[in-house]
């Protein structure tokens, strides 16, 4: 079992700037990959962005390139979402989880952390 808490999450103006920070316990692997996904109300989730344990292959949603950075802070054992020039339409609850090896799913789940981002 792996469990996973985020924090970070707040209300910020358009255009501001909030980190993300989820941490990781239990049976973590150096071949799982962790992600951010986000819900908004009335919409389904979505993927935000994914690292590798290693931290060497990243990938983005296209709504957030440019924007978001995904990283691994080893000597914490936590993955961290630093989201810049924050819209109002990046308003969600985010969540991070974590796809074991050769899974096409992600099996982990943490509880989300709200964000809000006011015009």
């Known amino acids: 079992q792996v469990q996973l808490v985020e924090s970070g999450g707040g209300l910020v103006q358009a255009g501001g700037s909030l980190r993300l920070s989820c941490a990781a316990s239990?049976?973590?692997?150096?071949?799982?990959?962790m992600g951010w996904f986000r819900q908004a109300p009335g919409r389904e989730r979505e993927f935000v962005a994914s690292?590798?344990?290693?931290?060497?292959?990243?990938n983005y949603a296209e709504a957030v390139k440019g924007r978001f950075a995904i990283s691994r802070v080893y000597a914490k054992n936590t993955m961290d979402l630093q989201m810049n020039s924050l819209k109002p339409e990046d308003t969600a609850v985010y969540y991070c989880?974590?796809?074991?090896?050769?899974?096409?799913?992600?099996?982990?789940w943490g509880q989300g952390t709200q964000v809000t981002v006011s015009s």
């Open positions: 989880a974590v796809r074991r090896s050769l899974r096409a799913v992600y099996d982990y």
């Open positions: 239990g049976r973590t692997s150096s071949s799982d990959t």
């Open positions: 690292i590798s344990w290693s931290g060497s292959v990243t």
